[in-house]
């Protein structure tokens, strides 16, 4: 029996100011907020995410966004223990994709110029150079303000592949 195929629920990434990794993503992006950036402190509310992330996990700010096809893109700003990572964006090197685990997430848009040129405006910077990678589509990769990479695709991963598959036929 062959295994499910399963859906991509949702991302989550960590930041050291919640509220403006919103405005970002809200503006640059198009994301929708589904639930707004909201301090969760009381030991009721963290009842069950301290059953993931442990006793030690005691506030943290979160706010749910989602793309256009419902894929969830979770904000985290935690306060206690205090967010740990970069204040500012870090370098972009071979460190940033050779280091393991997860190194990008990628947003579909059917104008990635103009995303670029917002993303742009509001701070984010280019990674490498645009591309075509394949015949009509665009590619290209950017830092956020917090050093997360983004990629913006002009077609569907499956619409992608399919399509150089189907070129080299």
Request: contains cysteine; negative net charge; aromatic residues 10%.
């Amino acid at each position: 029996m062959a295994s499910p195929n399963l859906n991509i629920n949702h991302v989550a990434i960590s930041v050291p100011d919640a509220a403006k990794a919103v405005e970002w993503y809200t503006t640059v992006l198009g994301l929708r907020v589904i639930s707004p950036l909201t301090v969760v402190s009381s030991a009721d509310d963290l009842r069950l995410t301290q059953k993931i992330y442990g006793p030690d996990l005691r506030e943290m700010k979160i706010a749910i966004l989602a793309g256009g096809n419902g894929v969830g893109f979770e904000i985290f700003e935690f306060r206690d223990p205090r967010y740990s990572g970069p204040e500012r964006r870090p370098a972009y090197g071979p460190e940033t994709y050779s280091g393991g685990g997860f190194f990008h997430v990628c947003f579909t848009s059917a104008e990635p110029e103009k995303v670029l040129a917002k993303a742009l405006a509001a701070g984010a910077r280019q990674v490498g150079e645009t591309i075509a990678p394949g015949e009509g589509e665009t590619c290209f990769y950017m830092q956020d303000p917090w050093g997360n990479i983004v990629e913006i695709l002009s077609c569907s991963f499956e619409q992608l592949f399919l399509k150089n598959a189907l070129s080299r036929v």
